[in-house]
């Protein structure tokens, strides 16, 4: 049974930091590029950040270039985004994505919140 479970997300100033994490399993997870998207309020998704199945290859949105990084472990099944200097448009639900690299097989997580308010 495929799972994508986020977690890390909560309340935080602007300017502040968090560090969201998911723990993948039923898959393996080493041949699958790894994401995270984010959906706002009445927006439509978007894509934040990539990382490629090795780790060695990543790609960010223009919004959180230089803010956020995106990082795996292949050893812990897990993918983590950093999140600084966060600001309050960042506010959304961040959901994180597998895409398998040969298969191009996709399964979503539930997601975890993140607000950024003073």
């Known amino acids: 049974q495929v799972q994508l479970v986020e977690s890390g997300g909560g309340l935080v100033q602007p300017g502040g930091s968090l560090r969201l994490s998911c723990a993948a399993s039923?898959?393996?997870?080493?041949?699958?590029?790894m994401s995270w998207h984010r959906q706002a309020p009445g927006k439509e998704r978007e894509l934040v950040a990539a990382i490629s199945s090795g780790g060695v290859s990543t790609n960010y949105a223009d919004s959180v270039k230089g803010r956020f990084t995106i990082s795996r472990d292949n050893v812990k099944n897990s993918v983590y985004l950093q999140m600084n200097s966060l600001k309050p448009e960042d506010t959304a639900i961040y959901y994180c994505?597998?895409?398998?690299?040969?298969?191009?097989?996709?399964?979503w997580g539930q997601g975890t919140q993140v607000t950024v308010s003073s």
């Open positions: 039923g898959f393996t997870f080493n041949n699958y590029i």
């Open positions: 994505k597998a895409v398998g690299r040969t298969t191009f097989v996709s399964h």
